[in-house]
């Protein structure tokens, strides 16, 4: 029967410790209730003594969880622990974490001591916190560059003195997978009350080892792992739980494991956790990635058209993901430009694949992306090219005041024509220039997303605009850059009027083209 493994997450504490600002109580309780939606067992909170709001972020978490574990961080220091009770008086049960640094490096150039001194001071503190409760975990601090005798003798008395989950940090992220599983089946060979106890592990990931090292010890023996959300952590991070779940999940004949992840949850408690914790997750990041289920090139896109299972491991929506996304690029074959045509409602009739794939190529390496609604002006309009160019910006002149009030004018060649609109209003710097897009066009167009990245370059700083807009149903995608950022976003959403433009063109003549 498969094991079970306790999951515990430290995005509140490890994760928020490594971010550029604190998180205020309600941030942290945002994150909070999305892990314990995500089924996590243990949720460490925070580190109570180290601020006031760090006190009051795991008083209310322990107000409000109903389901999982609550636990804060202690040094072995008596205030530490007091306020760490005083802190998680009202959770449902909670978990008291003490950490000691048990390397020669840490025991010596940090804590000033000798190991004799950590022996004692670890058993005195575990003793301490179990006259709050039972359940007690102990962290042997950089045990993943502490010898092997050490660790078997601080393991072996804090059990004793009533520690009920040992925790093996590789702190530093020192070590690689075999080295670490060998940590963990030492221990259970010479620590002979080591059964008293769970064994846990906590890896960072200085060298990228951080979940692989956790697997690895998974395989050894430890029943509890730790972990963050997307990984954060200090310096490179902490082992990702969404990617520990899901290893956990795929390979669960392997590893005979189980644990109680709701993995439906993984993708949203990870955009909410991105997002407060402002720490972007980059595209090909295992499991969460924009481009985790997203297919670019060509042999690929074709082998996914005919099986998924030829390039996909699991369907995202395991992780509570709707979609796969097929990128139109000019590394795409035929069969993804086929598809597109296909869900659009086109049948192989309607078009010639050949030429139209011709065409595809020429525009998509011209624009870098494409969309399906390139693909229609493509295979129904001659000439496709003039089409592109129909909005073309002219002059704006944008005045941005104090109180927020706003005046900007946009004036565009729509055609043959000249087109100018003055918008004043309070609403917003993009409200307005969409306003001003509205009244030139008459397209009823929506504002879905827009994203501004500003990057310092040698000698000038620029602005590169991703929008999405939505117009009727369908949603349209401009990007473009400059060193203004109000250029930058007229310009990119007058390449999506284009896009509208020929998408109208297209669909006025559809009933021709579907014979
Ligand atoms: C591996 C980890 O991630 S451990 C967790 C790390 N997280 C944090 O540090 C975030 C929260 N920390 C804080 O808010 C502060 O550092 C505090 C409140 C804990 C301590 O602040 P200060 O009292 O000003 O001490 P400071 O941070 O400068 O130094 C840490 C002190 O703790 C001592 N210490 C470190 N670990 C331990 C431990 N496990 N047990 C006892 N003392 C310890 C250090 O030796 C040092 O003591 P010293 O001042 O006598 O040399
Ligand atoms: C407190 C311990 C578990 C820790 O964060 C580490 O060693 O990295």
Known sequence: MNQQVI????????????????????????????????????????????????????????????????????????KDIDIAVQAMQLAKNFRIHI?????????????????KDILEMAVYFVKYARNFTDDIEFSCEDAGRTSMSNLYQIVSKTIQAGASTINIPDTVGFTIPN???????????NVTNIHQAIISVHCHNDLGMAVANSIAAIQSGARQVEGTINGIGERAGNAALEELAMIMKIKSKLLNVKNNINYKEIYNTSRIVSQICNVPIPFNKAIVGK??????????????LKNRENYEIFTPDLIGLKTVKLNLTSRSGRAVVKHYMGKMGYSNKDYDLNLLYINFLKLADQKGQLFDYDLEILAFVKDYNKLLKF????????QLKFDESIIIT??????????????????????????????????????????????????????????????????????????????????????????????????????????
């Open 291 to 304: 481009n985790a289920f997203a297919h670019s090139s060509g042999i690929h896109q074709d082998g996914v």
């Open 99 to 115: 950490f000691l640094g048990t390397s020669n490096l840490h025991v010596t150039s940090k804590l000033k001591k000798n190991f």
């Open 410 to 515: 946009i004036k565009m060649n729509c055609g043959e024509k000249t087109c100018s609109q003055t918008i004043s209003t309070t609403k917003g710097l993009f409200y307005a220039i969409n306003k001003a897009c509205m009244k030139i066009t008459n397209y009823p167009i929506f504002l879905k997303k827009v994203k501004i990245v500003t990057n310092q370059q040698k000698t000038k700083i620029l602005n590169q605009t991703y929008l999405t807009i939505k117009y009727l149903d369908k949603l349209f995608y401009g990007t473009s850059a400059s060193t203004n950022f109000v250029k930058s976003y007229i310009l990119a959403i007058t390449k999506i009027l284009n896009s509208i433009f020929q998408y109208r063109q297209v669909n006025k003549n559809k009933k021709i083209y579907k014979k």
């Open 7 to 78: 999951i515990f997450d430290t995005t509140l504490r490890d994760g928020e410790q490594s971010l550029q600002s604190s998180l205020n109580t309600s941030e942290k309780l945002k994150i909070a209730l999305a892990l314990e939606k995500m089924g996590i067992d243990i949720i460490e909170a925070g580190f109570p003594i180290s601020s006031p709001e760090d006190f009051k972020s795991v008083q209310t978490i322990s107000n409000n969880i109903k389901h999982a574990r609550i636990c804060s961080l202690a040094r072995c220091v008596q």
């Open 391 to 398: 909005y073309k910006l002219i002059f704006f002149n944008a």
């Open 179 to 189: 080295q670490f599983s060998k940590i963990i089946q030492n221990l259970y060979e």
